[in-house]
């Protein structure tokens, strides 16, 4: 799942007015299907080259806990472009407050753009985007003031009733009886590559779950690795976004899981809810 194509057909430029789309990724073969069989089993040599894998990554990550130390990154600054950030948390809360149901609040500094463009990326790529009245409370609260009207008039012209119905959906962004529409997107990690006190360039490492869950789905529940690019301006005491874009990947390879048949999945999305990001 990654923005730019939920829609079934991208613009000329991408998206939006520099928006981006979301798109739902159909799967690959019939074979990607919920309660489908597992994998054929691997040799004990590719089981060794994992498990060596997994040891090197290990010693790597505790090697990399115990530098210690910190950065400025926290701080404001103008307009300077920096490298590799620590892949450690911070620690600190990104907010105390939310708007919609949105976090927001967040501090005028790198870390709160980080923490915001890890929120936004969860919301603009979530089930809540296909339903009217919800879909107006997010761009009320994620865009920044001069973006909203448009945006939504954009957005209310691409979820119309006919693309809601060839996704599944009714035209509040509902899915049939018996049936669970998922579209969850978990940040991975985040990175600045241009920042001063009123702008900031965030790129969001994106995994998540997307597809329709339940009997004789068209588009069953699978996974998508991507990368949103957001570009946020300080207003209203906040960060908002200004415009955002996706690129596919980094993508791993897929792990030998036992695929889960679609009414645990939509059990799954209903019992266990979502996080507040942060740097």
């Known amino acids: 799942m990654s923005l730019g194509d939920q829609h079934g057909a991208r613009g000329e430029d991408g998206g939006y007015g520099g928006t981006g789309q979301t798109r739902t990724r159909l799967p690959d073969s019939a074979g990607d299907v919920h309660g489908g069989a597992r994998r054929g089993g691997r040799s004990s040599s590719r089981s060794l080259v994992t498990v060596v894998g997994v040891v090197v990554l290990l010693i790597a990550a505790i090697a990399f806990a ?9 701080e404001a600054g103008g307009g300077n472009k920096p490298g590799t950030a620590p892949t450690a948390a911070s620690g600190d809360q990104p907010v105390k407050s939310k708007a919609a149901g949105i976090p927001s609040g967040f501090p005028q500094n790198k870390q709160g753009a980080e923490s915001a463009a890890a929120n936004y990326a969860a919301v603009l790529v979530s089930a809540d985007i296909f339903k009217p009245a919800r879909r107006d409370e997010i761009v009320q609260q994620v865009f920044v003031p001069d973006k909203v009207a448009a945006l939504k008039d954009k957005l209310d012209k691409a979820y119309s009733k006919e693309f809601l119905s060839n996704v599944g959906l009714d035209e509040n962004g509902n899915a049939a009886a018996g049936q669970t529409y998922v579209s969850r997107t978990m940040p991975v990690g985040t990175k600045v590559t241009d920042y001063s006190d009123s702008t900031a360039t965030v790129e969001v490492w994106c995994t998540g779950v997307f597809g329709t869950a339940g009997d004789d789905s068209k588009n069953p529940v699978s996974n998508d690795w991507f990368t949103m ?5 300080w207003a209203e005491s906040d960060w908002k976004v200004d415009s955002f874009s996706q690129k596919d990947g980094p993508a791993p390879v897929n792990g030998d899981n036992t695929v889960s048949p679609s009414d645990e999945i939509s059990k799954a999305v209903e019992e266990y809810g979502g996080f507040t990001y942060a740097r």
Do not use: A, C
């Open 229 to 233: 690019t957001l570009q946020l301006r």
């Open 66 to 74: 115990n530098r210690g130390g910190g950065d400025s990154d926290g």
